[in-house]
Nanobody
Framework: EVQLVESGGGLVQTGGSLRLSCALS????????IGWFRQAPGREREMVSC????????DYADSVKGRFTISRDNAKNSVYLQMNSLKPEDTAVYYC?????????????WGQGTQVTVSS
């Protein structure tokens, strides 16, 4: 069974930093995209950053470019999101996601989410 477990959320002041972690278990895929999404109250879930296993390419939402950094540690089966210069608009529940090809479609795996609150 594939499981993604996030940790590292919390309350931080504007300009502060947090590091989110996503621990993967039961994950044996070679071809996947892994990343972070967030959802603020009353808003749709949006992609924050993602990383491709095939070529290592990385993508960021425009709103976090230059402030957030995604990374992974294969030995620890973990993915991280370093968030610097946090703003109140970064407040959201952050979800770890793994997207795996399955025939003509994709399977999406989600963690339970971790709350990030940035106070002004």
């Amino acid at each position: 069974e594939v499981q993604l477990v996030e940790s590292g959320g919390g309350l931080v002041q504007t300009g502060g930093s947090l590091r989110l972690s996503c621990a993967l278990s039961g994950f044996t895929f070679d071809d996947y995209t892994i990343g972070w999404f967030r959802q603020a109250p009353g808003r749709e879930r949006e992609m924050v950053s993602c990383l491709s296993s095939t070529d290592g390419s990385i993508d960021y939402a425009d709103s976090v470019k230059g402030r957030f950094t995604i990374s992974r540690d294969n030995a620890k089966n973990s993915v991280y999101l370093q968030m610097n210069s946090l703003k109140p608009e970064d407040t959201a529940v952050y979800y770890c996601n793994a997207k795996v090809p399955y025939g003509p479609r994709f399977n999406n795996y989600w963690g339970q989410g971790t709350q990030v609150t940035v106070s002004s």
